[in-house]
């Protein structure tokens, strides 16, 4: 009896583990294994957007500023199907191309400076895609000092093409690269 009794208590207290180690995880069930990351630099007052790797068959492009705040904005793009590649753009400057495959479908307010705002969630419709984020007052601050085909990945730092095509896969994800994990 006392037999049973201790292999109940431990059945039970092996549930409680497994209960608990599975509550810890605090991933998302679709997030994916690496962090992902767009470049983004500024250069003579120009946002400047480097996906990493080519994105096929963009359709829609959104930056929100300071997104969940009283201070949030954003800006949306689209373009026709069958969508249209990006890898390099200039996302705010004062004359936007209108010439271009993008065309914009919600702009920023007249009088929103985004050089003000602390952070930028960037997104990708079309391809699968992961969203990127990044630190816009890092970005203002530390263009200067980077050599001009270099661009901030977010946490994963400043990047070259070199750095990028040896690190993604491996600490970081470009945006339209598909999850190896």
Not at 87 to 110: H, V
Request: charged letters at 20%.
């Amino acid at each position: 009896m006392a037999d049973t009794a201790r292999r109940w208590w431990v059945a039970c207290a092996a549930l409680l583990v497994a209960a608990a180690t599975a509550a810890c995880d605090t991933r998302a069930q679709f997030e994916p294994s690496l962090p992902p990351a767009a470049g983004f630099r500024v250069d003579d007052g120009v946002l400047k957007l480097w996906t990493g790797t080519p994105c096929e068959g963009v359709t829609g492009l959104t930056l929100i500023f300071d997104s969940g705040t009283q201070a949030s904005a954003d800006q949306r793009w689209t373009a026709p199907l069958p969508g249209v590649p990006v890898e390099r753009m200039d996302l705010l400057t004062a004359f936007p191309d209108t010439d271009g495959p993008f065309q914009i479908q919600k702009a920023l307010p007249p009088d929103y400076d985004w050089t003000k705002a602390t952070s930028l969630n960037f997104a990708v419709d079309g391809p699968k895609a992961n969203g990127a984020r990044v630190d816009i007052p890092q970005v203002l601050r530390e263009s200067p000092q980077h050599p001009p085909d270099t661009y901030l990945f977010g946490q994963a730092g400043w990047k070259s093409p070199a750095d990028v095509q040896r690190e993604n896969q491996k600490s970081f994800l470009t945006i339209c690269t598909p999850d190896p994990g």
